[in-house]
């Protein structure tokens, strides 16, 4: 539970300042795709937060539900996403002061359960479906295989390198179909943080 007890501390705290209306984890590797006040606008102007949480049939999703959550967890509820989010306010607050399904958690999400990926979309989405996009925001690759994305380092930034980040998606935003899908990427190496900045300003806009 120590990543979510992080996340859940950092979103405390951001609480604090009342003026917060949304509230963006990313990583260290993690690269913003467009300048602040496009990314501001997007995720401002958005009816819906911005978390993965599927329900996924297999050893990786449904096979690690453990039936000891029920009855405030059953099987069908049981989602998986991403890490990375991007929520409102409301969810938020859903999220630090929730002591239902973090026992739960706590207790039963484990040897083989990944709580970072199974936690917030599974609560999410018992409490607020309606109020979810049901997808990520931040650009990842797994067509490299194995358990983690992959990572970029600097002989991998090209420019096509990045038009393929930023091209060729389709997906809603506000109900209505968009081809700006992303607004984050990830992973970076530090040694892709030159060939990064060089190009930023023409593909990126800052």
Known sequence: MSMCDAERRLLANALLDISNEWFVLVSESCIPLYNFSIIYNYIARSRYSFIGAFDDPGPYGRGRYNENMAPEVNITQWRKGSQWFEINRKLAINIVGDVIFYPKFEEFCKPNCYVDEHYFPTM????????????????????????????????????????????GHSCLYNNQPSSVCYLFARKFAPSALEPLFFLAPKYFGY
Request: hydrophobic share 45%; charged share 25%.
């Open 124 to 167: 999410l989405t018992i409490q607020a479906a309606q109020l979810l996009a049901n997808r990520s925001i931040t650009w990842v690759d797994w067509s490299r295989g194995g358990a983690h994305p992959a990572t970029f380092g600097r002989a991998d930034i090209t420019e096509d390198f990045v038009k393929r980040i930023l091209e």
